[in-house]
């Protein structure tokens, strides 16, 4: 049977890795994005940074004794980054539909999204399950918050192939605002169970 110190251990590499990942990923989707001119992968990147804070928090969480207190810290801040991500978004894709922004296709970008979504959905499920042996529910959040990011992964791959193949260039923005309302979702299922 595995100790809780050894999940512990294996929590913190989880959050190392994501952070590591999302930091990587930061540099070259903006820059994909701006190549191409796409919103979403600009906005991906960015959402890239809001889930290195929610990482950040978590590892806050874990190195210290657990407290209600510091539990619903931590929560809440996980929530103010879902919000965050949520606003950002839509922000990002009412405008990009407003202006009308054509960006260019990427296949650098469309394949390098298929691997980040395996990536993300792959430490979303170990953390969902690591995260429930330590009944952490702020571990449990920023697992949910990296499934999200592979959702908003895949969401945003199919939108610029949906450009590519189509030129349907509004499903760029579209996918983006998906995504802000399930963040939204998020953060405000996170803000109820906060006591």
């Known amino acids: 049977m595995i100790q809780v110190s050894d999940l512990e251990r294996t929590g913190r590499r989880l959050q190392t890795a994501t952070i590591v990942w999302n930091l990587i990923e930061v540099f070259i989707t903006v820059t994909l994005g701006i190549l191409a001119a796409s919103l979403a992968l600009v906005a991906f990147g960015l959402d890239s940074l809001i889930e290195v804070f929610a990482s950040l928090v978590v590892l806050w969480h874990m190195n210290d004794k657990r407290s209600s207190r510091r539990d619903r810290r931590a929560r809440n801040l996980v929530a103010a980054a879902f919000a965050l991500l949520a606003l950002s978004l839509a922000i990002a894709?009412?405008?990009?539909?407003?202006?009308?922004?054509?960006p260019d296709s990427s296949p650098i970008g469309i394949a390098y999204l298929a691997i980040t979504a395996v990536v993300m959905f792959t430490l979303a499920a170990w953390k969902a399950r690591i995260g429930r042996r330590l009944d952490n529910e702020p571990f449990l959040a920023e697992a949910r918050m990296t499934y999200l990011d592979g959702w908003l992964a895949t969401a945003i791959l199919t939108a610029l192939a949906l450009n590519a193949i189509a030129g349907w260039w509004w499903t760029d923005p579209i996918a983006a605002l998906i995504v802000a309302a399930l963040a939204a979702r998020e953060a405000a299922e996170l803000r109820e169970t906060t006591p």
């Open 93 to 102: 894709g009412t405008r990009a539909l407003l202006t009308g922004a054509e």
